[in-house]
């Protein structure tokens, strides 16, 4: 795993009514996640939180839920990646690092494949780890590919 | 440690009440830290939770009576926020229980890893956090260590 220099924990809530199959929720606007490189991404269930800092239950299962990411230039560099896998719980600890690419916050969404195991009013919970633009030179050298 | 590669030459444990002066819970409010002067000299290069009995075989913390330490249900409603030697949020509402680097696996799955969190920190502006409307939170302590070189 690379250093983890900033991270931030990021809600998405599925609404008043359980969202259809098929149907993408947009990450909502965090003033901290603008004009930043993310670095890696992680995705929590109820294994690890059972409630969010805003008091919402949390997701139980993340089979049938997808994350994108989309860049500055609108190019979706994660596309559909299976939520599960970015559990740490279920890959060994581990956070999944990602090249660096400047988040899109508000274009990046989750995809609800299965909704079966989900209930109204529950939260997944996606947790970004993070270096500011402004901070990209001082810490780069960490991210390069070797 | 498995999954870091960032050296530590030090190591240092702090623990952190979750009750005020009067032995009352208020979920809702903030739990700083104690204020860490040696810690905060130095680079911070991993942090590790450590959690009471409930879960089997990896209740690695014994502590004085009446030091109760957190348990796994309810750090599962705790998160830690770290606060960066400038004062701007560094990591902000990290889940308590992702700090812990070794539940039963692979039951629940984590293995021996610290995440390996790095820069100096303000101690005394970090802090946990309970939700409002968190249940069964008794009066625990909650325990860090914090890596660094």
């Known amino acids: 795993m690379k250093p983890i220099i900033r991270s931030y924990l990021t809600e998405v809530n599925l609404g008043t009514s359980t969202p259809g199959n098929g149907a993408n929720i947009n990450i909502k606007d965090y003033p901290q996640l603008r004009n930043i490189y993310v670095t890696g991404v992680e995705v929590f269930s109820d294994n690890v939180i059972t409630l969010s800092p805003s008091g919402k239950t949390v997701v139980s299962n993340l089979k049938g839920i997808t994350l994108t990411l989309v860049d500055v230039f609108n190019m979706e560099i994660v596309y559909q990646y299976p939520t599960y896998d970015l559990n740490p719980v279920n890959v060994g600890g581990f956070y999944r690092d990602i090249n660096p690419f400047q988040l899109q916050l508000t274009k990046s969404y989750i995809t609800i494949l299965d909704a079966g195991a989900l209930n109204q009013n529950e939260s997944v919970m996606i947790n970004f780890y993070y270096i500011l633009a402004k901070d990209w030179t001082k810490y780069s050298s960490l991210y390069v590919r070797k | ?149």
């Open chain 2, 1 to 149: 440690m498995y999954g870091n590669n960032l050296q530590a030459t030090k190591f240092r444990r702090i623990s952190i009440p979750l009750f005020d002066q009067t032995g009352n819970k208020n979920p809702g409010s903030k739990y700083y830290f104690p204020d860490n002067p040696e810690i905060d000299k130095y680079f911070i290069t991993g942090i590790e939770a450590h959690l009471g009995s409930d879960i089997v075989n990896d209740g690695d913390v014994k502590v004085s009576v009446g030091l109760k330490p957190v348990t796994a249900a309810d750090a599962k409603q705790m998160y830690v926020s770290i606060y960066a030697e400038d004062n701007s949020e560094k990591n902000y509402l990290i889940p308590l229980l992702s700090l812990f680097p070794a539940i039963d696996y692979p039951i629940l799955g984590i293995r021996k890893t610290v995440k390996p969190y790095f820069g100096r920190i303000k101690t005394r502006s970090c802090y946990i956090t309970i939700p409002a409307n968190a249940i069964g939170i008794t009066e625990e302590y909650v325990y860090l260590t914090l890596y660094y070189e």
